[in-house]
T-cell receptor
């Protein structure tokens, strides 16, 4: 129940294309769903996040779509650029009583954007 | 401003040895969390400390321990190292206990541990 399943494991997209990464969860107590971007040799950095009271959040070229009933959420990268090539992790956490806000991460998606 | 700093960046140990990893949080941050990232996988939560007290622990054996100092820096200790402990160990800091829920969790670049 604590798992977050992420797909695909790897993704190759042409420059200017749309990159789509999907995640699914089981624990209905999760109430915060961030996406992290990690470049080689660096730690993860927060990209964008959503809460279950909205179905979509957009920040620049990055959009999260959230489907509460299906317990799924996805990251869309519009007009993908070579600089977007990185590993992307979805995550989830719950803010229940006594909870520390620890993140449960997906397995990661390695994105390569070809020029 | 300096971000989360970790040391050492790389280290090699042999099975059975002990290792200590260090983390300095962003100035003003009182919470430090530790995550283990095995190659090709997402980070896994190990510990969270807030105001020098342990506030959360992940599913890791007792060989893993940590502490937070009065200046809010932290150490992660791993005893009796196993080959499977080879990983990138990430430290993250936040200003609040529930920083991960508010977008305030900031990661360092990690300490890469290789166990031979």
């Amino acid at each position: 129940q604590q798992q977050v399943k992420q797909s695909p494991q790897s993704l190759i997209v042409q420059k200017g294309g749309i990159s789509i990464i999907n995640c699914a969860y089981e624990n209905t107590a999760f109430d915060y769903f961030p996406w992290y971007q990690q470049f080689p040799g660096k730690g993860p950095a927060l990209l964008i996040a959503i809460r279950p009271d909205v179905s979509e959040k957009k920040e620049g070229r990055f959009t999260i779509s959230f489907n509460k009933s299906a317990k799924q959420f996805s990251l869309h990268i519009m007009d993908s650029q070579p600089g977007d090539s990185a590993t992307y992790f979805c995550a989830a956490s719950s803010h229940g009583s006594g909870n520390t806000g620890k993140l449960i991460f997906g397995q990661g998606t390695t994105l390569q954007v070809k020029p | 401003d300096a971000g989360v700093t970790q040391s050492p960046t790389h280290l090699i140990k042999t099975r059975g040895q002990q290792v200590t990893l260090r983390c300095s949080p962003i100035s003003g941050h009182k919470s430090v969390s530790w995550y283990q990232q095995v190659l090709g996988q997402g980070p896994q939560f190990i510990f969270q400390y807030y105001e020098k007290e342990e506030r959360g622990r992940g599913n890791f054996p007792d060989r893993f321990s940590a502490r937070q100092f009065p200046n809010y820096s932290s150490e992660l200790n791993v005893n009796a190292l196993l080959l499977g402990d080879s990983a990138l160990y990430l430290c993250a800091s936040s200003s609040r206990l529930a920083g991960a829920n508010t977008g305030e969790l900031f990661f360092g670049e990690g300490s890469r541990l290789t166990v031979l």
